[in-house]
Every structure is written in structure tokens, then in C-alpha cells.
């Protein structure tokens, strides 16, 4: 979509979705490892600093799927807005007898 001083190149646009999209996918799978992390993972003599470092990864994979969520959100809101570029487009072009 475009117009003298505005221009919306809408495949781009969506193109980057795809990427923001495929990012935050990437992100959550990160968050998810990190659920493995047990009491078990440390043997004997590393159960003394378990508990520390167990609710230091509880608090980073509640982030990175903050952080996910986000990503997905954005990626979300970036191809709502070409939608709608491309029916403002259709629109236009309807009224001028263009396509439908």
C-alpha cells in the first residue's frame, strides 16, 4: 500500500512476522529445557546449592516465556497489520473498479 509520503511494502511486513515468529518459537523451546532442571541434576554433593540454583532457573524460564509471549504477540500484531493494509488496499482498489 502506498501513497506520496507513505508507503507499506505489506509482504515485507510479513515476512518479518515470520521471523519474529520463528524467533520466539526459539525462545520458548530455550524456556523449556529449562524445566528439566531437578534436585537429581547435581549428584550428592551438589544437593547443598540445588535449591539456589533450581529457583534461579524456575525465575529464568518464567522469563524467557515471558519473553515468548511477547515475541508471539508482536509477530501476531505485525500480521494483523498487514491484513489490514492489504484489505484497506483491496478497498481502495474496489472502488475504483480494481479487483474485489
Known amino acids: 500500500m502506498s501513497s506520496p509520503g507513505f508507503s507499506v511494502d505489506a509482504d515485507a511486513v510479513d515476512a518479518h512476522a515470520g521471523t519474529v515468529a520463528e524467533r520466539a518459537a526459539r525462545v520458548r523451546a530455550g524456556a523449556q529445557a529449562g524445566n528439566t532442571v531437578g534436585p537429581g541434576a547435581f549428584g550428592m554433593i551438589g544437593q547443598a546449592?540445588?535449591?539456589?540454583?533450581?529457583?534461579?532457573?524456575?525465575?529464568?524460564?518464567?522469563?524467557?516465556?515471558?519473553?515468548?509471549?511477547?515475541?508471539?504477540?508482536?509477530?501476531?500484531?505485525?500480521?494483523?497489520?498487514v491484513a489490514g493494509y492489504r484489505e484497506v488496499e483491496r478497498r481502495v482498489a474496489a472502488g475504483f473498479g480494481g479487483r474485489r
Open 49 to 81: 546449592i540445588s535449591t539456589q540454583v533450581i529457583r534461579a532457573s524456575h525465575d529464568l524460564t518464567t522469563t524467557l516465556n515471558a519473553a515468548a509471549g511477547t515475541g508471539e504477540r508482536h509477530g501476531q500484531s505485525l500480521r494483523d497489520t
